[in-house]
Structures are given as C-alpha cells and as structure tokens.
C-alpha cells in the first residue's frame, strides 16, 4: 500500500512539472498556426488585388458593430473566401479565418478572428497606407489658412489583417500577430 501512494506522488509530481511546459507548447503551436494562417490571407489578399486592378478589398472591420449601419460594408471573409484554399477534410475554407487562440468567439460572431485595416479600403496595393493631416485657421491678421498633408507608410510597414485580441501573450509587446502587405507575419509592436 505505502509503495502505491509513493508511486501515485511520483506522479503527481511529474504531472505538475510537465503542465507548464505542455501549456507552453500548445501556446506556441497556436501561434504558429496563427502566423501561418495570417501570411495565407496576406497571399490572398494580394490575390484579390491582381483580380481587381491592384485595388483592396472592401470590408468592414466589425462586422457586427459596422461603421455606418445604413450601408454595412461585407465582412473580409466573405471577401477573401474564394482565394482562400479549401482544406483536404472539410469542404469549407472558413477555418484560415479561426485563429486557434481565439477564446473570445470573434470567429464565430465576426466571421473571423482577424481584423482588416478599413483605411485600405480600395486603395492600391502597391501604395502603401495614407492618410492625411489638416488643419484651418486664421493667423494673427486675420487672414485664412488652411495647411494639410498626407503621409504614407511603405508596404513593408502597412499592415492588413491583425488578431482582434491579445491571443498570443508575450512578455515584450503585445500579443497580437498581424499581416503586413508585403505578406511578412510579426508581432504587432504597439506605439
């Protein structure tokens, strides 16, 4: 009996050792399975664009909270579904739109857990991301003024998808993965 209850500590003992580290790797493997599923819809993103004359897509960022409720915009998996390759044991392509960390449903009430950056909206592809800065007023005379500017990021720097949530939980930034137009996936660096 006494040799049972060591046996059965042992065990216990090795179980509480080996949990963090199993849960440490089924973190990492969500998130390469993230990244993974990220760069697919970077490529299918592009896709779209050579189809459309080098313009993006058209989505809504959250579809069930749209921007303007009177014309709601398509949600960026329906946009992106038929460039997105059908997997070997369903016959449905929504799951690339599942991130597997997802915990807080976004796939099931959004339709994706990947959230598209709306300032792409039709724009083109090859342009990077702009917007502009203005600004109106009257000088010290009285005279008007009316300064703007546009700025621009590269397409290496002009991100297209990223997580809605902190799924992947990092020490040094955040816990977002996010797609860029140049279709290189990395953590999402906050500002």
């Known amino acids: 009996m006494l040799e049972l209850l060591v046996v059965i500590a042992i065990i216990a003992i090795l179980a509480a050792l080996l949990l963090p580290v199993v ?15 990220l760069r697919q819809l970077g490529i299918a993103t592009r896709l779209y ?4 004359n080098s313009k993006l897509p058209i989505a809504e960022r959250l ?5 303007f409720p009177d014309r709601t915009l398509p949600r960026i998996c329906d946009v992106l579904k038929p ?6 044991d369903t016959n449905t392509n929504a799951r690339v739109f599942d991130c597997p960390a997802d915990k807080k449903l976004y796939f ?5 857990s990947y959230m ?33 500017t546009n700025f621009s990021h590269s397409a290496e720097s002009t991100p297209l998808l990223f997580d809605y949530d902190d799924f992947h939980p990092r020490s040094s930034t955040s ?5 860029f137009m140049d279709d290189h996936v990395t953590p999402l660096t906050e500002q």
């Open 23 to 37: 849960s440490r790797v089924k973190a990492k493997g969500q998130n390469i399975s993230c990244v993974s599923q």
């Open 108 to 112: 099931e009430i959004e339709g994706s």
């Open 63 to 67: 579809p069930s909270l749209p921007l």
């Open 116 to 148: 598209w950056n709306i300032s792409l909206n039709n724009q083109r592809i090859d342009l990077g991301e702009k917007f502009g800065v203005g600004m109106w007023g009257n000088t010290t005379n009285r005279v008007p003024v009316n300064l703007s």
């Open 83 to 88: 460039y997105v390759a059908k997997t070997a």
């Open 49 to 52: 664009a050579e189809d459309n």
């Open 175 to 179: 816990g977002r993965n996010v797609v």
